[in-house]
């Protein structure tokens, strides 16, 4: 049996929780799984369709992590035939006491603290002592080696897509309504925060409507600076270039994505928060779609520079503004496009999960 001990999985939704729960099953089609995880609103419903089982940990955060430790010992204690436990952080695994093999996921800002401080110390003891870590791509990788993590431990799995799925006719047509006598169009799928740089997209956009009239930019998401771009669009007059959408559905979030000519995303580093993979690329690309990504952080495991899309410097307005320029008025997104649809392949969970298979 293989326990999984995770602070994110669904029904909450998030990144996070889509990696853990693309994880759990994929894994349970090869080996005996049990789930440790959260409790949420509408967890009993949600679990009974699960093909494994799954323990569900009640109680204030910060006692949930002390019972949640607690369970597992003691599961681990009773149950002889667990041969390994895979946590989704360094604090899901920094209280089990075992000698059996444990792996640690890391992701890039839960490492990137400074050196010899508390919270750095802890994470190194608990990440040494791990069997293997598992990062997220190259660059979170070569960050944990500059943290001090032994570098002997770790390897890299990028996070895992399910194939794209179909999307209604219905679905379809609701998006080209949106972006009716639009063109070209630029789209993002992200949390409004600084490390994404919808700033600086928005800054471009105003220099790029000179020379394509219709251009629009659909921004999906929701934020703490949702309010200061939208602030920013109204102070560029972008008004009629811009279309924010939040609490949309998955289909059409996938419609809207699959009629655009570029995903934009050119993240950046903010304070001690990167971007540590961007499955958001991956996404994209799944529907065709190319995508600009940030040199900062792990979108180069994502993107194929100048084959699947650009890597570009997310600090430099006039490179960001170059590199959606670039595609623009070569054509190059519908190439690039079918490349990034024939490279995201590599992302699915039963190519991914064949990595984790070697190491368990």
């Known amino acids: 049996m293989h326990l999984i001990v995770t602070r994110s999985f669904p029904p909450e939704v998030g990144g996070m929780q889509n990696l ?3 994880l759990a099953n994929s894994l349970s089609k090869h080996k005996l799984i ?17 093909s494994y089982t799954i323990e569900r940990v009640s109680g204030p955060k910060f006692i949930r992590k002390y019972r949640k430790a607690y369970l597992v010992n003691e599961f681990i204690k009773e149950n002889s035939k667990i041969e390994c436990i895979i946590t ?3 604090k899901s695994l920094e209280l089990i006491k075992t000698n059996k093999k444990k792996i640690c996921l890391i992701h890039s800002k839960e490492i990137n603290h400074p050196k010899n401080s508390r919270i750095y110390n802890r994470i190194i003891k608990v990440l040494n002592d791990a069997h293997f870590i598992v990062a997220n791509s190259e660059y979170t990788k070569n960050l ?4 001090g993590v032994s570098n002997k431990n770790i390897i890299v799995i990028n996070p ?20 009716k006598g639009k063109n070209p169009r630029l789209i993002t799928v992200s949390r409004y925060d600084k490390r994404k740089n919808h700033e600086k997209i928005i800054m471009a956009l105003r220099n790029l409507k000179q020379i394509y009239p219709n251009i629009i930019y659909v921004s999906v998401g929701y934020g703490e600076e949702e309010e200061n771009i939208r602030k920013l669009v109204n102070e560029l007059g972008l008004e009629n270039h811009v279309i924010f959408q939040k609490n949309i559905s998955q289909e059409l979030k996938n419609a809207l994505i699959s009629k655009s000519d570029l995903f934009v995303m050119p993240s950046i580093i903010h304070k001690n928060s990167v971007e540590g993979f961007g499955i958001a690329y ?14 900062d952080g792990g979108a180069a495991d994502a993107i194929k520079d100048k084959e699947t899309g650009i890597i570009c410097d997310g600090n430099n307005l006039d490179d960001i503004y170059s590199s959606i320029e670039t595609l ?3 054509n190059l997104s519908k190439e690039m496009g079918n490349k990034a649809k024939e490279f995201a392949k590599k992302f699915e969970w039963d190519n991914i999960v064949q990595q984790y298979l070697k190491i368990l």
């Not at 049990?34 to 699960?50: I, P, Q, T």
């Open 144 to 147: 944990a080696v500059e943290n």
């Open 88 to 90: 989704d952080h360094w």
């Open 328 to 330: 623009l008025k070569n």
């Open 282 to 295: 991956v996404e994209a690309a799944q529907y065709g779609v190319p995508s600009i990504g940030g040199k």
């Open 160 to 179: 895992g897509v399910y194939p794209a799925s179909p999307i209604e006719n219905k679905i379809i047509k609701d998006a080209e309504i949106l972006l």
């Open 34 to 50: 049990k789930v440790f995880a959260d409790n949420y609103d509408r967890c009993l419903e949600f679990d009974k369709n699960l």
């Open 20 to 22: 853990m729960w693309g």
